[in-house]
């Protein structure tokens, strides 16, 4: 693929683009930690995890500062003001889904205080799915393959299915047993925010495939379809 | 690198909205110098009361282009020119056209501003009226004194101007002479603008005058604005068509071809990757 004549242009949009994809493994693996510490009721790992925020953080700002300079100094057009619209979208979604990370791991520390509960079993099938979901709207957002963003989009439904689920059957055990009810509470909170990054995973998904196509496909049906 | 290319969308080379009447259709147009093609099988559509702007790099047949749509190309010794231009459905190059009655509807604006420097600035308003003869029969001073006020009142410039119009052209700032040279455009009536690079001789104020200027002018007129600055085509135009090597790439609405060009070689342009 050509590229920008102006050379210091061309490699402020690639670094651009490195950040992006490192501020989604530092969040990627945030997740992937809180899940763990959440299984294996590992209360250091939780806070370690924590710790990472931070840095999170950090990312959040400097790839907004850089979107502001490019947007500022070079007047992106086509593909590339797409893409600077695009980072500036998936910023906050990779910011969101760090602070749900350090959510899950508060209540990793909580459940990690009481008794295990038996397990649940759409729980642990939930992370497995909206971690896999994250590294693949990555991917797709890498290789600018619009088709592998539309799958992750489709498979959140199935995260959702998950979620009622799971609600289900606590509410069904907490109604059964008083002394599960705080350990129930955290739990459903867990699963609360378990479906929320899948939203978030469905969000970057759907910039994806914006950035690729031009085409915005969120709310797809509700506004009669986007504008041809 | 960033963006892979938008899918390929129909082609957009003519891109009038159903509703706009089209003023100016340019079909399978070629012009050139002696056996050099510039312009090759142009088909393009300016709707009535809208801005067209041309970008392309230089040399890719802006200029050319543009003085086929008033017959200016063929004043060029060894100019050649093939193909139709329909103004209102009529075809300028039929051959009962009068060419100088033809450009007194689609008057011409160029890259520098080109006012008489002695000539006093009521006389430049004028001057393109006298030189088509349309002054001639004796008008009464005050209908002139009408004509000089409305044409500057609605290049911009009257304001500027009403208090020294006996002064020279020549001693205005280049802002204020390019609009005395759009004045001078209007003076005459004409439907159709065409403005080659109008800024690029202007500072950045100068030119936010003349954008802010094309924003009302196109109530009344068809504007075809050549510009080799990308940001005004996406300042000032509705439409915008991208010309490479005297061929159309593509026309679409402004915010599509610079959001969503449809081809690659627009996308490459617009972007900035030049081979
Ligand atoms: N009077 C002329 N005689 C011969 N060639 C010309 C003349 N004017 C322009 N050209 C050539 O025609 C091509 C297109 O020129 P032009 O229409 O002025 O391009 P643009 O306006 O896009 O910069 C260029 O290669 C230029 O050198
Ligand atoms: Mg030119």
């Keep these: 693929m050509p590229r920008h004549t102006d050379r210091e242009y061309e490699s402020e949009l690639r670094a651009l683009n490195d950040r992006l994809l490192k501020m989604a493994g530092r969040v990627e693996e945030m997740v992937a930690q809180a899940a763990r510490a959440l299984a294996e009721r590992d209360a250091e790992l939780a806070r370690t995890t924590i710790l990472l925020d931070e840095t999170v953080n950090t990312d959040e700002v400097e790839i907004d500062e850089a979107c502001q300079s490019i947007l500022a100094r070079r007047q992106p057009l086509a593909g590339d003001l797409r893409f600077i619209a695009c980072a500036l979208k998936m910023v906050t979604d990779l910011e969101r889904i760090g602070d749900i990370a350090v959510n899950l791991c508060e209540r990793a520390i909580e459940l990690a205080r009481e008794a295990a509960l038996s397990p649940i079993a759409g729980l642990g099938q939930m992370a497995a799915l909206v971690q896999e979901m994250l590294k693949d709207v990555m991917d797709a957002f890498n290789a600018r393959a619009a088709d592998r963003a539309r799958a992750v989009v489709r498979r959140d439904d199935l995260v959702d299915e998950l979620y009622h689920g799971v609600l289900r059957e606590l509410l069904a055990r907490m109604s059964q047993d008083a002394s599960a009810l705080q350990r129930g509470i955290h739990t459903l909170a867990v699963a609360k925010f378990l479906e929320r990054l899948g939203d978030h995973a469905t969000n970057l998904a759907e910039e994806v495939v914006f950035l690729v196509e031009g085409k915005d496909i969120r709310h797809a049906g509700k506004r009669g379809g986007p504008p041809a | ?275």
């Design chain 2, 1 to 275: 690198m960033i963006a892979a290319p938008a899918p390929r969308a129909p082609p957009t080379t003519t891109a009038a909205d159903a509703t706009t009447p089209v003023k100016l259709a340019v079909r399978a147009l070629d012009a050139g110098f002696g056996a050099t093609p510039v312009v090759r099988q142009l088909t393009l559509d300016v709707p009535e009361r809208r801005v067209l702007a041309i970008i392309g790099p230089s040399g890719c047949g802006k200029s050319t282009l543009v003085r086929c749509l008033n017959r200016m190309h063929e004043l060029v010794p060894g100019a050649t020119v093939g193909g139709s231009v329909l103004l209102d459905d009529h075809d300028i190059y039929a051959r009962d056209v009068d060419p100088v009655l033809l450009r007194r509807r689609i008057g011409m604006v160029f890259q520098k501003p080109n006012p008489f420097p002695t000539m006093s600035i009521r006389e430049n308003v004028l001057a393109g009226l006298r030189l088509t003869g349309a002054l001639r029969g004796g008008r009464k001073q005050p209908a002139i004194d009408g004509i000089v006020e409305q044409a500057l009142t609605r290049a911009a410039l009257w304001d500027e101007v009403k208090d020294r119009l006996a002064a020279a052209g020549g001693s205005l700032s280049g802002g204020q002479q390019q609009r005395l040279c759009i004045a001078r455009a209007l003076a005459v009536e004409p439907e159709v603008l065409l403005m080659d690079e109008p800024c690029s001789a202007l500072d950045p104020i100068a030119t936010a005058r003349i954008e802010d200027l094309i924003h009302v002018l196109r109530e009344r007129y068809t504007i075809v604005l050549v510009t080799h600055n990308m940001q005004q085509a996406a300042r000032a135009s509705d439409l915008t068509a991208f010309l490479l090597h005297g061929e159309l790439i593509e026309c679409a609405p402004t915010e599509r071809l610079f959001t969503q060009p449809s081809d690659r070689r627009t996308e490459d342009y617009i972007t900035g990757k030049f081979g």
